[in-house]
């Protein structure tokens, strides 16, 4: 039997020296994994028929246990679905067409390998009942606007849909953030960008080569995704990231979090107001039972400075100096450091240096160089740290964009109307023939006009939908694959294999070597009408109009006379020099000494770092 599948996945594990490894959640416990009695080859033959006098006894175990949702995943379902479909009809003809929520595998996710179907199935059948009832509520009160939800791989779906296959969502937040951050960045004429959402948690950084990356390898709880998503990458690095000493005496930030509750000390949220939840989100942590206020990045950079007290959204909250500075000064006790500054200045650090390796990986370890780019950061804490970020990757270019704090949101308004199909067909080449091009278009043909059949369905105009194509590519013998554009009569789909894969690894196998077509993708795209953003004619270049004082910020180790300005002051064609802080309602961005602004038509600020 396979009921097991889920729990023992597979055997490559993230810590591979833990003697105790964490397993991910099943999300299914063993007593409700059941099996029926049926087989389908791995050529998609039938080899038992799928024994009916099973479903009654497995319809009375659904009743006993009162389940509303049901994953059926079978073996080798993506090439023949008819007995999955025959469970489903059986299962809606027993509990009514809407009394039960079923979830396909050959319909979430049409391809090979068990694991990361049986899991992705899992989680859409998890999270679906619950959406579902969610996004109804929702869109009968919107009425009579439709309703549509973003989803993870950049795109938007209509509510039904994402009901239904609630998966696609699960990532749409961040997802959300990359597309905004694009469509601000092309509007400044800079397409080639790396993304940097740095909020109170954690902070997701994605690169974007003139286009949204996107990836089928998502992983969500320690579960695999396999759906095609944004591809951004996350480590435990805050505003609220806890600093602490681990017991070999090295200062350790995150990934552990101080979250809302109790946040950050500089928040002044007392024990009585946070009652027992001082750490939701890290019961299992030691630093979970500390009774004193928690020492955070955000309190760190208090005290150096680089917040402000008085003008901390929009002046609407006041921080507590005096509780930040004694968090500082109690883990500058433990780093055996002179004073808070000094604790607070290796706090930033590390924190950075968390970041810092996040970028390195989705840019240098891909082959791509991160000096060509321009750095976006958004998010609330985003643009306090941009400019170091960027300094010690030799990034020459950061955009701040209007609003860093809600561009997700923004995202969300221009993402354009995206329908994701995909299909594993399996086919070696050695090169590019006739033959080989016939046959993909007939496979990619019932993709396509499925994918068209469904947009037209939620009201777009069949002429106007785009169709991408994409194959999912390796070399024979590999385990992993790269994805790859082709376009119908396109004889270049090896070359592109073969250049993307020459960039990712560092080397290609000479023309001739087998390569294997692994899974066709198909995706559909209707126009979208974006926002206009609001533009003004650039005016003279003196900022001195939004200067709202001066104070003492530490840089480089030391604290540097700085100017403070208000952002809803600044004007197109304003230019100024770091040491800089700028305050706004929704962020604080800082600007180390060595770096220009400007303003541009659109109020984004294009920080320069001066070469010396």
Not at 95 to 121: K, M, Q
Request: proline share 7%.
């Amino acid at each position: 039997g396979f009921a097991d599948v889920l729990a023992i996945g597979r055997q490559n594990r993230p810590d591979i020296y833990a003697l105790v490894p964490q397993k991910p959640p099943t999300l299914v416990p063993a007593k409700w994994r059941l099996e029926v009695d049926e087989r389908i080859t791995a050529s998609g033959e039938q080899l038992r028929p799928l024994n009916l006098a099973d479903l009654p006894a497995i319809w009375r175990t659904l009743q006993a246990a009162q389940i509303e949702s049901v994953a059926v995943c079978l073996l080798f379902s993506f090439l023949h679905p008819a007995h999955e479909r025959q469970i489903r009809q059986f299962l809606h003809e027993q509990a009514g067409e809407n009394a039960l929520h079923i979830s396909l595998s050959s319909d979430i996710l049409p391809e090979y390998r068990e694991y990361e179907r049986t899991a992705t199935t899992v989680i859409n059948a998890y999270v679906a009942p619950l959406m579902t009832r969610y996004l109804r509520r929702l869109a009968t009160g919107v009425l009579p606007r439709r309703l549509s939800v973003m989803q993870s791989n950049g795109g938007i779906i209509s509510a039904n849909t994402a009901g239904d296959e609630a998966a696609r969502t699960v990532l749409s937040g961040p997802a959300g953030g990359v597309v905004g951050a694009r469509f601000v960045a092309e509007q400044a004429g800079f397409p080639e960008i790396i993304t940097f959402d740095m909020g109170g948690t954690s902070t997701d950084v994605a690169l974007c080569p003139g286009r949204l990356p996107t990836t089928a390898s998502g992983e969500i709880a320690g579960l695999p995704l396999r759906l095609p998503i944004i591809d951004i990458h996350t480590v435990g690095a805050g505003g609220g990231s806890i600093a602490s000493v681990d017991a070999g005496g090295a200062l350790q930030v995150g990934p552990e979090s101080a979250g809302a509750l109790p946040g950050p000390a500089c928040y002044g949220r007392s024990k009585k107001e946070t009652g027992d939840r001082r750490l939701e989100n890290t019961l299992q942590s030691p630093i979970a039972n500390l009774q004193s206020p928690l020492a955070t990045v955000t309190d760190a950079n208090l005290v150096l400075g680089r917040l402000d007290a008085d003008h901390f959204l929009g002046g609407t909250m006041r921080l507590d100096e005096t509780a930040a500075f004694q968090t500082m000064r109690h883990l500058a006790e433990e780093m055996n450091v002179a004073d808070a500054e000094t604790a607070a200045w290796g706090v930033v650090q590390v924190a950075n240096a968390n970041m810092e390796r996040a970028i390195r990986r989705i840019s240098v370890e891909r082959g791509y160089d991160p000096r060509r780019f321009t750095l976006m950061p958004f998010g609330g804490a985003g643009p306090l740290h941009a400019c170091e970020m960027a300094e010690s990757l030799q990034i020459p270019r950061v955009l701040v964009p209007a609003v860093p704090g809600v561009l997700s949101a923004l995202g969300m308004l221009v993402a354009a109307p995206t329908k994701d199909y995909s299909q594993t067909v399996m086919r070696a080449v050695a090169g590019w023939t006739a033959e080989d091009e016939n046959w993909l278009a007939q496979e990619a043909a019932p993709l396509a006009a499925r994918a068209l059949a469904e947009m037209a369905a939620e009201g777009h105009e069949e002429s106007a939908i785009t169709l991408e194509y994409r194959l999912d590519m390796r070399y024979k013998g590999q385990s992993h694959e790269l994805t790859v554009p082709w376009a119908a009569g396109e004889s270049a789909v090896l070359d592109l294999f073969h250049a993307a894969h020459e960039q990712r690894y560092g080397y290609r196998l000479p023309q001739g070597e087998m390569v294997e077509l692994v899974t066709l993708r198909v995706t559909a795209v209707a126009p979208v009408s974006p926002p206009e953003m609001p533009q003004e004619p650039m005016g003279k270049p003196d900022a001195g109009t939004a200067v709202v004082g001066k104070k003492q910020v530490w840089f480089r180790q030391q604290p540097i006379a700085t100017t403070l300005y208000n952002r809803e002051k600044l004007r197109p064609g304003h230019q100024f020099s770091g040491p800089a802080v700028v305050f706004q309602y929704d962020t604080t961005l800082v600007i180390p000494p060595g770096w220009e602004t400007a303003v541009d038509p659109f109020h984004n600020l294009i920080l320069l770092h001066s070469k010396k």
